[in-house]
């Protein structure tokens, strides 16, 4: 399976803007755009042209495909699969990249950046009603229960995720019970629970050319 091997600090420069995909690096003064803000090359963006509507288009879409980590083909399934469904295709587009359960994981806290969260997914770390589900695209819906497993809570990884959890901030549609490392998905996000400035409305207009 195709996967991104180069530096993530240069989505966020490329992007001109921090996506947090290095997870508490960002917050500290070693992140990549704090020190250098221009965009990735050797020119730096220097001689940046002014955009065009195709490539106003296309930096939106390629943001979001980043903030949530998906390649091309999958995404473009993705936004098939919003067209099918009732409503704004851009925003039902959002809520299906934001129900994947990796970006779940990292919405609660369990990981320090979706990249990290996907890979306790990956490893079997993470339940889904009492199943190990190792699929971070696996889409939650209302009134699953998302948990660590008993044999991954005595890792010394998630014994001090307890405490980080504690201080931490949970998206409303969730439910976190801290102690037991486990979450209900109270009901499905809306347009609102999205923490980023994205503007899905140019993504449809980029797949609709």
């Known amino acids: 399976m195709a996967r991104y091997t180069d530096s993530v600090c240069k989505l966020c420069r490329r992007e001109g803007e921090k996506l947090f995909l290095k997870g508490t690096r960002c917050y500290s003064p070693k992140c990549a755009i704090d020190r250098r803000g221009n965009p990735p090359g050797e020119q730096g963006g220097q001689f940046r042209r002014k955009e065009s509507d195709y490539g106003n288009q296309l930096r939106a879409k390629q943001k ?37 359960l990796d970006n779940v994981v990292y919405r609660l806290g369990i990981g320090d950046s979706r990249a990290q969260a996907r890979q306790l997914v990956q490893h079997g770390h993470i339940s889904v009603n009492g199943r190990k589900t190792n699929i971070p695209s696996y889409v939650v819906s209302p009134g699953d229960e998302i948990t660590v497993r008993d044999i991954s809570k005595s890792l010394t990884f998630f014994k001090e995720r307890v405490q980080i959890l504690e201080s931490g ?23 609102e629970d999205i923490e980023f400035t994205l503007n899905e409305q140019l993504v449809v207009e980029f797949y609709s050319r």
Do not use: C, H
Not at 75 to 91: I, N, P
């Open 64 to 100: 979001i495909r980043r903030l949530y980590g998906v390649f091309e083909r999958q995404f473009r399934r993705y936004f098939k699969r919003a067209q099918r469904m009732k409503g704004l295709t851009g925003e039902n587009l959002l809520m299906l990249l934001e129900s994947r």
């Open 169 to 191: 901030k949970t998206p409303g549609w969730l439910r976190l019970d801290t102690n037991n490392l486990s979450a209900t998905v109270l009901a499905a996000p809306t347009r």
